[in-house]
């Protein structure tokens, strides 16, 4: 009797795990999920920056199909409600006191791109965009922007699709922030497209962003687009608020992309 039942507690101890194993069995696995982590956070961003891109795709594409619709004419890449003639991608409107359009489905949905979406918010959006904007791309100035004797920025924009030269290098919609309810204007992220030395310009509501792992993504006017990882570590710090423009610009090649994506106007 006494010999089994030590078998018996002899079977149950070499059955469980002593304190050590415990620890040692914990420690591995802390330091497997360490390992893997990174790489399925990366995985996921990576993921939504694919999707990013089929949005621009299709916005892009929209793009096009307007000008077919127009007579060539590019829509305009302003949001502005108030301001004749109202052919602005987006209705949004100027940051002023009483305007309850800007940053609402409304405004997006009074644009004159919207049927040109399917009516579908979700391209306007995205998916690392973690605030509460709705849309989160923007035109570049050059196509079919407003010149704005405020910013001097000097753009000479194209009006029409066919005299866009070297389209594979004139962007078109491009990720973009703001911390005012939506991202307003085109997009100018310069200060002068011609200043010597050249300056960044950024604003609350408009601003680059690095919300895709320190870069954004680009569409062009051959409706390609590409991801671009910011190369100067100033550029995400501003894109975040955090550094202003003239600390950033001196000597950024991210600033010297920046205004060749820019410069739309023919030389
Ligand atoms: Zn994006």
């Not at 569409?219 to 390609?224: L, N």
């Not at 894109?239 to 030389?267: C, F, T």
Request: charged residues 25%; glycine residues 6%.
């Amino acid at each position: 009797m006494f010999n089994h039942l030590q078998n018996k507690k002899h079977r149950i101890r070499s059955g469980g795990f002593t304190l050590m194993e415990l620890l040692v069995v914990v420690s591995i696995m802390a330091l497997l999920m360490s390992i893997m982590l990174p790489g399925l956070t990366n995985a996921r961003e990576q993921g939504k920056r694919v999707v990013c891109m089929a949005n621009m795709r299709n916005l892009t594409d929209g793009w096009l199909i307007y000008s077919m619709d127009y007579d060539d004419h590019l829509v305009s890449a302003d949001t502005d409600w108030d301001v004749p003639p109202s052919n602005h991608w987006v209705a949004d409107g100027p940051v002023i006191p009483g305007n309850d359009v800007g940053g609402t489905k409304q405004a997006i949905a009074n644009g004159v791109f919207w049927r040109y979406t399917e009516r579908t918010l979700e391209l306007y959006k995205c998916k690392s965009d973690s605030s509460d904007l709705l849309r989160s791309y923007a035109i570049s100035r050059a196509m079919n922007g407003k010149t704005c004797n405020c910013e001097h920025d000097n753009i000479k924009p194209f009006r029409n699709w066919s005299e866009i030269s070297m389209p594979a290098d004139r962007m078109v919609f491009i990720d973009a922030d703001s911390r005012m309810g939506w991202i307003e204007g085109s997009f100018c992220a310069v200060e002068q497209i011609d200043a010597i030395p050249p300056k960044w310009f950024a604003r609350l509501s408009r601003n680059i962003t690095a919300r895709h792992s320190d870069g954004c993504n680009v569409s062009f006017a051959d409706f390609h687009c590409e991801y671009w990882k910011y190369r100067d570590p100033r550029t995400v710090k501003l894109a975040y608020w955090e550094m202003s423009p003239d600390e950033a610009s001196e000597a950024n090649p991210d600033l010297d992309r920046m205004l060749r994506l820019l410069r739309g106007q023919r030389y």
